[in-house]
């Protein structure tokens, strides 16, 4: 499942993550890829050590908890603590790869299994040219070029890539969830049914009294969802 996710970052979240990281010490990305990954990957990225990349780190990471689609879409076991990446220049793109199977961090030595790899675009896509992040799924390949805030998730499993950017620089966070539902049909199917849920609880909201229960329907569909996410969840 590829999935969207508009405004996670206020703008003035946006505005202090963009100076915090603008203004720190970037490297080679290459310091955390795999041996596939690394030949391809030619951008630059914020050490995690760094508090600039700290700071930011947790503005993001504050902005995910409170955004219910986020999590409705995620059901996150566990969150990577996210990295920031800068594209532009002669370091500006990265070929195509998959992710590694499981991150680990290194400051806490905690595994995490990458079943979502997650970008969250920090640069208006109208300040550089190129740099989309290329998704290749069931349906062909997705090219991806969201405004600054939004975020997207897809699955680890995915050859994707990042194109060269020719003008300008692209700036973004990257991070991993370990979902509670391992397989992402699973997933797809538990975010349908929540996404109607909702739809149908507005709807009775709208055509009900103040103060009446929800309908029938509801209250059975939302049986459903918890009974399957009971069935399939590793907690």
Known sequence: MLLR??????????????????AADWRDGRITAGSQSGAVKNNL???????AAQHARQLVSVALARNPMFVTGALPKSVYPPLFNRYGGEANHFGNHIDNAVR?????????????????????????????????DTYGEQRIKFD???????????????????????LASFFWIESMVRSDAQRRLLYEMDMAITSLRQKNL???????SEGEEVVRLTGCYHNLLRMWADV
């Open 45 to 51: 990225q914020l050490a995690e050590e760094l508090p």
């Open 206 to 212: 709208t055509q009900t009294t103040a103060g009446s």
């Open 148 to 170: 600054a805030g939004d975020l997207v998730m897809y699955p680890g499993t995915s050859v994707h890539r990042v194109e060269p950017v020719t003008r300008g620089e692209r």
């Open 104 to 136: 680990t961090h290194a400051a806490t030595a905690r595994h995490v299994r990458t079943d979502i790899s997650c970008t969250l675009l920090l640069s208006d896509p109208a300040s550089y040219d190129g740099g989309e992040l290329v998704v290749q």
């Open 5 to 22: 996710i508009s405004q996670v970052l206020q703008p003035a979240e946006l505005a202090k993550i963009r100076q915090l990281i603008l």
